[in-house]
Each structure stands twice: as structure tokens, then as C-alpha cells.
């Protein structure tokens, strides 16, 4: 498995500065952590919105994996609750590797 973070995409941004990448991954976790929970209470526009934004914003720091599931969260705009559910908890759970790689980051 691929690590939570793509360290090498991340630090072209930062220039190998540890600091600025802890801030970039923190300030991205809690950004995840609201879209996700927006996509776990919506469906239609404001899940597909979500999770596109999701989408972005883990593809600027490297979070591949959030990055896959959000993509392909878009098309579960209009799915059946249990779908929605099922796609949130990967995405939790996702969430969870990157707050785990990020705390052995420090």
C-alpha cells in the first residue's frame, strides 16, 4: 500500500520545509474531516460538491488514497443511503492513515 502521503509531491510545494508540510497536513485533516462529514448528512449537489472539493484539496497534498475515494464518491451523488454510508466509512478510515502517517511525521 501506497503511504497516506505522497511526501515527495508534497514537499515540491514546501520545498523539504518540515514545519510548513505539518501545517499544510494539518490544515488539510480538518478541511477532510469537514467535507466528509458534510458528505456523511448530504446527497445530490451538496455530496457531489464535497466530494469534489475533497478531491482537490487531497490531490494538493498528496493524499492519494482520499484523493481515489473522493473521486469516485462524485458518481455517488444520487447512490442509496447504505451506498453513501459504506463510502464514507472508507473515507473515514482513510482519514485515519493520514493522521497516523502525519503523527510519525513529528
Do not use: N
Request: a negative charge; aromatic letters at 6%; one cysteine or more.
Amino acid at each position: 500500500m501506497a503511504p497516506a502521503i505522497d511526501m515527495v509531491h508534497l514537499g515540491s510545494y514546501t520545498q523539504g520545509d518540515r514545519a510548513m508540510e505539518l501545517e499544510l497536513l494539518t490544515l488539510f485533516m480538518t478541511s477532510a474531516q469537514e467535507y466528509i462529514d458534510t458528505m456523511a448528512a448530504s446527497e445530490g449537489e451538496a455530496w457531489w460538491t464535497a466530494a469534489h472539493s475533497l478531491k482537490g484539496v487531497a490531490l494538493g497534498v498528496g493524499a492519494g488514497e482520499i484523493a481515489t475515494l473522493a473521486e469516485a464518491g462524485e458518481a455517488y451523488r444520487d447512490s442509496e443511503p447504505s451506498v453513501r454510508h459504506d463510502h464514507v466509512a472508507a473515507m473515514r478510515a482513510a482519514l485515519q492513515r493520514v493522521r497516523c502517517f502525519v503523527a510519525d511525521l513529528t
